[in-house]
C-alpha cells in the first residue's frame, strides 16, 4: 500500500460529501442558468403588467384618432380634459360610493376577522377545528353559488341597493380568507409574552387588544391590503345587490359598476379617452396604496414562515 503523505499548508480535494471541483463548477453554473431565467421571467412578467397600466394613462391624454392609430405612441396635447368630462359623467359620484363601503367594510373586516382568528389559535376548546375550518371552506365556494339565495336574502332584510347591505356582505364575502391568514400568523406570535400579560392580572379583552393585536401589525397590514384591493375591484356583488328597485330610487352604483357604464356610453358617442380616464382614476388608488405599503406586505407574508 502506497502512502501519499501532503506538505502541511497543502488542501485536500477529498471532503465528506465527496465533492470536487468539477462539481462545485457545475452547480455554479447551473445557479447562474437558474438566475438568469428566474430573472428573466420576472422582467417580462414585469413588462406584461406594466405595459397596459402605461397604455391606459397615455390614451387619457389622448384623442380619438390617436387611439385609434397608434397604441403606445405620445399624445400630441397633454392636457386633462379627458379627466374632467370622466368625473362629470358620473365617475365622481362612483368613486365617493366605492370610498364610503370600503371605509366600513375593510375595518370590520379586519376586526370581526382579527378576533376569530385569535380566538381559533390561542384558546382550544371542543369544536374549535370544526369552527375553523367552517371558516376556511367559505373560500372554496365561488360567489356565484351563492347570488341567488343571497340576493333574497337582502331583499328580505330590505337592504338592497343600500350601503349598509353592500357592507355586510363585504365583510362576509372577506372573513374566510382573514380568518385563515390571521389564524396562521396568530399561531406564530410567541406564547410567552401572552402568559406574562396573564400572570399581570390582564383580562382576555385587554390583551388582544394591547398585546396581541399590535404584535400582529404586519399581518394585518397584509391581509388588510388583499381586502382593500379585493373589495375595490369586486364587480359581481354590488351588480347584484346595488341596483335601483324602484323609479325613485337613486342609483348608488360603484366604480366597477360606473365603468360599464361609462364604456355602454362612449360606444354612442365614441368618447374613448374618457373611459381611458375613469379606468384611470379608478386605478391610481389602489397603485398608491400598494406602492406605499409593498414592504409591510412582503414583512407580512413572510414572518409567518421565518418564526
Known sequence: ?????????????????GTGPGRGSGGGSEGTALNVFSHGF?????????????????????????????????PSNWHLDAFSRAWGKGIGDYFAHTLIVITFSVPLTMLL????????????????????????????????LALVPLFF?????????????????????????????????????????HEAAVIDGASDTRIFFQVMLPMAKPG??????????????????????????T????????????LIQLQYQMGYETDLPVLFAGVTIAMIPMLVVYLSFQRQIQAGLTSATLK
Not at 397590514?221 to 381586502?227: A, E, L, P, R, T
Open 247 to 258: 323609479g325613485s330610487d337613486p342609483e348608488r352604483y360603484l366604480l366597477t359598476q360606473g
Open 42 to 74: 420576472l422582467a417580462l412578467w414585469a413588462v406584461l403588467i406594466v405595459l397596459p397600466l402605461v397604455w391606459l394613462a397615455l390614451g387619457s391624454f389622448k384623442t380619438d384618432s390617436e387611439i385609434g392609430g397608434s397604441a403606445l405612441s405620445w
Open 220 to 245: 394585518l397590514i397584509s391581509v388588510g391590503i388583499f381586502n382593500v384591493l379585493g373589495q375595490w375591484n369586486q364587480y359581481i356583488l354590488p351588480s347584484v345587490l346595488m341596483q335601483p328597485q
Open 1 to 17: 500500500m502506497t502512502t501519499v503523505i501532503k506538505a502541511p499548508g497543502e488542501r485536500s480535494d477529498e471532503r465528506a460529501g
Open 113 to 144: 376577522g382579527s378576533m376569530a382568528a385569535y380566538v381559533l389559535a390561542r384558546y382550544p376548546f371542543p369544536g374549535n377545528r370544526v369552527v375553523y375550518y367552517f371558516f376556511v371552506s367559505g373560500a372554496m365556494f365561488p360567489v356565484f
Open 153 to 193: 336574502m337582502v331583499k328580505r332584510l330590505d337592504m338592497l341597493n343600500t350601503y349598509q347591505g353592500l357592507i355586510l356582505v363585504y365583510v362576509a364575502y372577506s372573513m374566510p380568507f382573514t380568518v385563515f391568514f390571521m389564524h396562521s400568523f396568530f399561531r406564530t406570535l410567541p406564547t410567552a409574552v
